[in-house]
Nanobody
Framework: QAHLVESGGGSVQPGGSLRLSCVASGFPFSNYAMSWYRQAPGKERELVAKITTTGRESDYLASVKGRFTISRDNAKNTVYLQMNDLKPEDTAVYYC????????????WGQGTQVTVSS
């Protein structure tokens, strides 16, 4: 059974940093493109960053470019989101998502981790 478990969220002051982790199990992680989404109260869920299966290519929401970095370690079945220079508008629940790139069109979501940026 597929599982994605996020961790690393918390409360920080503006300008601070957090590193989110998402550990996968129950499916062939290296065959899945990974991404991070976030959802703030009253807003739609939005794509923050995505990374290919090999980690060689990534893309970002315009408002986080230069501040956030997505990476993955296929040996550890883990995807990361390093978030620097956090702003109050980054406050949201952050989710990781796995999308199969081979075989059946499977998608898996984590349960989310809260990030709060406030002074």
């Amino acid at each position: 059974q597929a599982h994605l478990v996020e961790s690393g969220g918390g409360s920080v002051q503006p300008g601070g940093s957090l590193r989110l982790s998402c550990v996968a199990s129950g499916f062939p992680f290296s065959n899945y493109a990974m991404s991070w989404y976030r959802q703030a109260p009253g807003k739609e869920r939005e794509l923050v960053a995505k990374i290919t299966t090999t980690g060689r290519e990534s893309d970002y929401l315009a408002s986080v470019k230069g501040r956030f970095t997505i990476s993955r370690d296929n040996a550890k079945n883990t995807v990361y989101l390093q978030m620097n220079d956090l702003k109050p508008e980054d406050t949201a629940v952050y989710y990781c998502k796995a999308v199969a790139t081979r075989g059946r069109a499977l998608i898996h979501w984590g349960q989310g981790t809260q990030v709060t940026v406030s002074s």
